[in-house]
């Protein structure tokens, strides 16, 4: 089994910065694309981000420039710099992976559970 697992939400002023990270465990062979997704109150789940293995990114127009997406092969683990906040970016963010299983070598794709953040004054 695998588990993606989110920290660094919270409350930001507009104009702030915050770091989301997701770390993946459990029986894992390798991890293919890795992204971030979010939902707004009222609004459907959107792809803001997305890495490849090999680094190559994608953003949804309304935050390039501002958010980075990284990742750590070595550690299993992404991260999304999010800078110059605004409270449109207020939203409930998801890590999502698809991960290589070390037991029967299939590719399946996980969800984390989720992390506020909310950008308001």
């Known amino acids: 089994q695998v588990q993606l697992v989110e920290s660094g939400g919270g409350l930001v002023q507009p104009g702030g910065s915050l770091r989301l990270s997701c770390a993946a465990a459990g029986t894992i062979s390798s991890i293919g694309t890795m992204g971030w997704y979010r939902q707004a109150p009222g609004k459907q789940r959107e792809l803001v981000a997305t890495i490849s293995s090999g680094g190559s990114t994608n953003y949804v127009d309304s935050v390039k420039g501002r958010f980075t997406i990284s990742r750590d092969n070595a550690k299993n683990t992404q991260s999304l710099q999010m800078t110059s906040l605004k409270p449109e970016d207020t939203a409930v963010y998801y890590c999502?992976?698809?991960?290589?299983?070390?037991?029967?070598?299939?590719?399946?794709?996980?969800w984390g559970q989720g992390t506020q953040v909310t950008v308001s004054s």
């Open positions: 999502n992976a698809n991960v290589k299983s070390s037991i029967d070598y299939v590719t399946r794709n996980y």
